[in-house]
């Protein structure tokens, strides 16, 4: 595609599928405008890069279709002053939008090939405020805790009681939770040390990330 093309793809992909889909939030539509997704795909799919679908990654692993990173993104509501964890690094877009918005990114990424993708994307973006780690995500990054938001960049069972510790008071982890056919996006916010609050978002299926447990008797 020449450069029209794709500003109209991009404009076309805002428009078409993010905006109806509940994403008002201006500064969100602006970041999709502003951050070049199709940087971010492989060079095999950029001609899908701005579809509604997932886009195939390495290691059996996907990129979300656009509408939802556009929720999650609108749904963890970053602040600038904000650290964040992100789970499944993936190409490495969803973690530059969130550098955009927050003061630091740390994303944890298990297979090392997506990670090395991931930061060579990030680079060539021009993102400095985002760290790539390889590392199994399920665990997070307890050393370097507790963080504002956490973003699950696939879906899980259900939330990780070890990521809502890591949590800050106040601090919110954003994920998509439950089992085919119907998965629900959930904001889970911790109130104080011992209580957490979960609000159900919307509903769409997402593909899962790596090493997550299924689900226990565990309930908020």
């Known amino acids: 595609m020449n450069r029209t093309n794709v500003e109209q793809a991009r404009y076309n992909m805002i428009e078409q599928q993010i905006r109806p889909w509940d994403v008002a939030d201006s500064a969100v539509l602006q970041l999709l405008s502003l951050v070049k997704r199709e940087d971010f795909v492989p060079v095999h799919y950029k001609g899908v890069a ?14 979300l279709a656009p509408r939802l990173q ?25 973690t530059a939008l969130l550098a955009h918005q927050a003061q630091r990114v740390i994303s944890l990424e298990i297979n090392s090939e997506l ?5 060579a ?66 904001v889970v916010t911790r109130t104080s040390e011992t209580n957490f609050k979960s609000d159900e978002k919307w509903d769409d299926n997402a593909p899962r990330l790596v090493n997550f447990p299924q689900p226990s008797a565990f309930q908020f």
Do not use: C
């Not at 990670?115 to 930061?119: G, L, S, T």
């Not at 990030?122 to 805790?145: S, T, W, Y």
């Open 70 to 94: 556009a929720r999650l993104l609108q749904d963890a509501a970053v602040q600038s002053g904000d650290k964040v964890l992100e789970i499944g690094t993936g190409s490495g877009f969803m």
């Open 115 to 119: 990670a090395d993708q991931a930061r």
């Open 121 to 186: 994307n990030l680079q060539k973006a021009g993102i400095h405020n985002a760290e790539v780690r390889q590392a199994d995500g399920a665990l997070g990054a307890p050393a370097e805790a507790p963080f504002d938001v956490i973003v699950l960049g696939g879906s899980v069972a259900e939330v990780p009681q070890v990521l809502l510790q890591q949590l800050k008071i106040n601090g919110r982890l954003v994920a998509i939770v439950g089992e085919e056919p119907i998965m629900h996006a959930q």
């Open 50 to 63: 701005f579809a509604d679908m997932a886009i195939p990654l390495a290691g059996g692993q996907n990129m």
